[in-house]
């Protein structure tokens, strides 16, 4: 038994540093003793002594009490200890978990090692509750505010676009996209079943209805182009922005990507120009960050197809947009992607790991005109990076420095052309007594559009050639040794190809006109623009009007033409066709009337030859001192030379200005 021998004082507290104090209340946490220790405790004169035998005998039963209580504790089990957390074996058997590691005894009693006796986070079951939990919310939110027309309209406007844009453009696997859009009419009550179709992947769901409202803001556009027709367009598109806004633009998708194309094709045809380059900018990006490179074992045939036909689809968008606007192409190097087959989309087996079996190429298939697009774009860029460059200040030919250096590539890459319109297959070559005719009238409409891109290819090719006989420097009379005899034959061959594909290109645009085999409306007035200013250049140039003698009469016909299909577009809305006429008539008007002093050709403007005839007594400067001033002009400048120069400047010019036009304050460099 321990001994106490406390000491006491009487009213020293100088001496009473501390004092035992015995608590023997039923309320104390132990009733057996409770000791505290009171510092510098003093006590009262009042206070009631205790005597030294009470307190032996209280501390005698404390400690008795204390010896009970150890003898109990030896006697009892001891307890199961708490755990933070069992193994996963344990809470699926639901046994009771010691949480030994690396291995508990339950688990040691089932003979399991480690690898079965597993421990699992606590912060990462938390951390994926609180995943699903976010999940959820976002597929409600993102349910909440999907809007889609009525069925009816919407079949509409997708057969249109499946009948006019998806055979030019194969982007989508139209069986896979078909399924998931009768999904959503036949689910719209149930957002649990949409959540099952779609894996429960928010960002795939975002992007299929992103695709979704940019494909009929392409049937709206493609069905009529009438006012109400252009703001259902943009209803679709806003629609379809604001779901790209919050797209996972890190983690991406093939169905992100085909959302960011399909609204470039879009933009194509509004003034929004430079956010149609950054769009599809961003889509090549998003296509190379997920691999999209990559075969994989596991993929079906339609899905091999349909991820080759994304990436090619920006391939093609970043050519057409480069040639367009004069700036690099984005995607430079040698792609390993290979090229789509031409595959109908109902002849693809969508059967997982399909792709690693032989398909069988059809003889006649729509998508024989994407295949063929494709190589025919690899001559475009043959001829941008021979003959053009994007430039930093001035849009100018490249071939001014030596233009004589160049002729041996102009005959090659004439040489490609021919060579892939000899292999055409037969259904896409365009024969124009057939367009009236009973064949598929969507093989005619794609061998009249590829036939459109063919034409126009030919005078990017011949362009450079023309420009720099017009402005003086090819077959100058004051330099005839500049160029053997051969080498005269051959620009003069350049010359005459080229102002023949203009004026083939602007007669069937305008025979054309109202027909299905019209190129959609922003092509067709680019291309028009494009082979105006190549009869602009022989119009005022003497060195081109010695080259075309004999189709002088036709080359003002086919100019009328052209500026009357251009004014058909422009009261049709178009700002674009407004703008190009403008351009091309106030070049040709105050200028024309000097060759034509040389050379007499009948011009159908009666107002432009009352102003010649009052002027006639004013001294003029010689034709080519005034011509070489007009090539001198960056306005004409750049119609002429474009694409080494960028058409994004069209863009920007107001409907309506008045006197000249100062275009130069308009034209972006890059």
């Given at each position: 038994?321990?001994?106490?021998?406390?000491?006491?004082?009487?009213?020293?507290p100088?001496?009473?540093?501390?004092?035992?104090?015995?608590?023997?209340?039923?309320?104390?946490?132990?009733?057996?003793?409770?000791?505290?220790?009171?510092?510098?405790?003093v006590?009262?004169?009042?206070?009631?002594?205790?005597?030294?035998?009470?307190?032996?005998?209280?501390?005698?039963?404390?400690?008795?009490?204390?010896?009970?209580?150890?003898?109990?504790?030896?006697?009892?089990p001891?307890?199961?200890?708490?755990?933070?957390?069992?193994?996963?074996?344990?809470?699926?058997?639901?046994?009771?978990?010691?949480?030994?590691?690396?291995?508990?005894?339950?688990?040691?009693?089932?003979?399991?090692?480690?690898?079965?006796?597993?421990?699992?986070d606590?912060?990462?079951?938390?951390?994926?509750?609180?995943?699903?939990?976010?999940?959820?919310?976002?597929?409600?939110?993102?349910?909440?505010?999907?809007?889609?027309?009525?069925?009816?309209?919407?079949?509409?406007?997708?057969?249109?676009?499946?009948?006019?844009?998806?055979?030019?453009?194969?982007?989508?696997?139209?069986?896979?996209?078909?399924?998931?859009?009768?999904?959503?009419?036949?689910?719209?009550?149930?957002?649990?079943?949409?959540?099952?179709h779609?894996?429960?992947?928010?960002?795939?769901?975002?992007?299929?209805?992103?695709?979704?409202?940019i494909?009929?803001?392409?049937?709206?556009?493609r069905?009529?182009?009438?006012?109400?027709?252009?703001?259902?367009?943009?209803?679709?598109?806003?629609?379809?922005?604001?779901?790209?806004?919050?797209?996972?633009?890190?983690q991406?998708?093939?169905?992100?990507?085909?959302?960011?194309?399909?609204?470039?094709?879009?933009?194509?045809?509004?003034?929004?120009?430079?956010?149609?380059?950054?769009?599809?900018?961003?889509?090549?990006?998003?296509?190379?960050?997920?691999?999209?490179?990559?075969?994989?074992?596991?993929?079906?045939?339609?899905?091999?197809?349909?991820?080759?036909?994304?990436?090619?689809?920006?391939?093609?968008?970043?050519?057409?947009?480069?040639?367009?606007?004069?700036?690099?192409?984005?995607?430079?190097?040698?792609?390993?992607?290979?090229?789509p087959?031409?595959?109908?989309?109902?002849?693809?087996?969508?059967?997982?790991?399909?792709?690693?079996?032989?398909?069988?190429?059809?003889?006649?298939?729509?998508?024989?005109?994407?295949?063929?697009?494709?190589?025919?774009?690899d001559?475009?860029?043959?001829?941008?990076t021979?003959?053009?460059?994007?430039?930093?200040e001035?849009?100018?030919?490249?071939?001014?420095?030596?233009?004589?250096?160049?002729?041996?590539?102009v005959?090659?890459?004439?040489?490609?052309?021919?060579?892939?319109?000899?292999?055409?297959?037969?259904?896409?070559?365009?024969?124009?007594?057939?367009?009236?005719?009973?064949?598929?009238?969507?093989?005619?409409?794609?061998?009249?559009?590829?036939?459109?891109?063919?034409?126009?290819?030919?005078?990017?090719?011949?362009?450079?050639?023309?420009?720099?006989?017009?402005?003086?420097?090819?077959?100058?009379?004051?330099?005839p040794?500049?160029?053997?005899?051969?080498?005269?034959?051959?620009?003069?061959?350049?010359?005459?190809?080229?102002?023949?594909?203009?004026?083939?290109?602007?007669?069937?645009?305008?025979?054309?006109?109202?027909?299905?085999?019209?190129?959609?409306?922003?092509?067709?007035?680019?291309?028009?623009?494009?082979?105006?200013?190549?009869?602009?250049?022989?119009?005022v140039s003497?060195?081109?009007?010695?080259?075309?003698?004999?189709?002088?009469?036709?080359?003002?016909?086919?100019?009328?033409?052209?500026?009357?299909?251009?004014?058909?577009?422009?009261?049709?809305?178009?700002?674009?066709?407004?703008?190009?006429?403008k351009?091309?008539?106030?070049?040709l008007?105050?200028?024309s009337?000097?060759?034509?002093?040389?050379?007499?050709?009948?011009?159908?403007?009666?107002?432009?030859?009352?102003?010649?005839?009052?002027?006639?007594?004013?001294?003029?400067?010689?034709t080519?001192?005034?011509?070489?001033?007009?090539?001198?002009?960056?306005d004409?400048?750049?119609?002429?030379?474009?694409?080494?120069?960028?058409?994004?400047?069209?863009?920007?010019?107001?409907?309506?200005?008045?006197?000249?036009?100062?275009?130069?304050?308009?034209?972006?460099s890059?």
């Amino acid at each position: 038994m321990p001994k106490f021998a406390p000491k006491f004082s009487k009213g020293s507290p100088e001496k009473d540093e501390c004092l035992l104090v015995l608590d023997f209340t039923p309320q104390s946490p132990d009733p057996c003793l409770c000791i505290r220790n009171h510092p510098q405790t003093v006590r009262s004169e009042d206070s009631p002594e205790i005597s030294s035998e009470a307190l032996l005998v209280q501390l005698s039963r404390s400690a008795d009490c204390v010896q009970m209580d150890d003898a109990d504790d030896n006697t009892r089990p001891p307890k199961r200890r708490k755990i933070r957390i069992a193994c996963q074996q344990c809470r699926e058997k639901k046994t009771r978990c010691d949480g030994a590691r690396p291995v508990c005894q339950a688990c040691v009693r089932k003979k399991l090692g480690p690898e079965n006796c597993v421990y699992l986070d606590p912060s990462s079951e938390l951390s994926d509750t609180r995943r699903q939990m976010k999940l959820k919310r976002e597929m409600e939110n993102l349910l909440d505010g999907l809007t889609l027309p009525t069925r009816r309209l919407a079949d509409a406007l997708l057969e249109v676009y499946w009948d006019n844009i998806h055979p030019f453009y194969p982007i989508l696997h139209k069986p896979s996209f078909m399924r998931r859009y009768n999904e959503i009419w036949s689910q719209a009550d149930s957002s649990h079943d949409e959540l099952h179709h779609f894996d429960g992947n928010v960002q795939k769901l975002r992007a299929f209805h992103a695709t979704l409202n940019i494909a009929l803001a392409l049937g709206c556009i493609r069905a009529r182009s009438d006012a109400s027709s252009l703001k259902s367009a943009k209803t679709y598109y806003d629609r379809s922005s604001q779901l790209l806004r919050d797209a996972d633009m890190e983690q991406g998708s093939i169905q992100l990507v085909q959302a960011l194309v399909l609204t470039a094709q879009y933009l194509q045809s509004t003034d929004m120009a430079n956010r149609c380059w950054i769009t599809i900018g961003n889509a090549i990006r998003i296509a190379q960050g997920i691999g999209v490179q990559l075969d994989l074992p596991s993929e079906s045939q339609a899905e091999r197809e349909e991820r080759r036909r994304t990436w090619w689809c920006c391939i093609l968008m970043d050519r057409v947009l480069s040639m367009t606007f004069g700036r690099p192409v984005m995607v430079v190097w040698r792609t390993v992607v290979p090229k789509p087959e031409p595959v109908d989309d109902e002849s693809l087996s969508e059967k997982p790991g399909s792709s690693r079996e032989p398909m069988e190429v059809q003889e006649l298939s729509t998508n024989a005109f994407f295949s063929q697009t494709l190589k025919l774009t690899d001559v475009l860029m043959l001829v941008l990076t021979n003959f053009y460059r994007p430039v930093e200040e001035r849009r100018i030919s490249t071939l001014s420095n030596d233009p004589i250096s160049k002729l041996t590539l102009v005959v090659e890459v004439d040489n490609e052309l021919a060579r892939w319109r000899q292999q055409l297959p037969q259904h896409l070559i365009f024969q124009p007594s057939e367009l009236s005719g009973e064949t598929n009238p969507i093989y005619t409409r794609q061998a009249a559009l590829l036939h459109f891109r063919y034409l126009h290819l030919r005078i990017l090719l011949f362009r450079p050639i023309t420009i720099d006989l017009s402005s003086g420097i090819l077959l100058a009379a004051t330099e005839p040794q500049r160029s053997t005899d051969f080498q005269q034959m051959v620009i003069t061959g350049c010359v005459r190809s080229c102002v023949s594909a203009a004026q083939e290109l602007v007669d069937l645009l305008h025979i054309q006109l109202h027909s299905d085999c019209a190129p959609p409306r922003w092509y067709a007035v680019f291309y028009l623009f494009s082979a105006g200013t190549v009869l602009l250049s022989v119009l005022v140039s003497p060195n081109l009007q010695r080259a075309c003698t004999e189709n002088l009469e036709g080359l003002l016909n086919t100019w009328s033409r052209c500026m009357e299909t251009l004014t058909y577009y422009g009261q049709m809305g178009d700002m674009f066709a407004k703008r190009c006429h403008k351009i091309l008539q106030a070049a040709l008007t105050p200028r024309s009337r000097l060759v034509y002093d040389q050379d007499p050709i009948p011009v159908e403007n009666n107002e432009h030859n009352q102003r010649e005839s009052n002027e006639s007594n004013v001294d003029q400067p010689s034709t080519m001192d005034e011509f070489q001033a007009l090539l001198q002009d960056p306005d004409l400048a750049d119609a002429m030379a474009w694409p080494a120069g960028s058409q994004d400047w069209l863009n920007s010019l107001p409907e309506e200005r008045s006197g000249v036009f100062a275009l130069n304050d308009y034209v972006t460099s890059i």
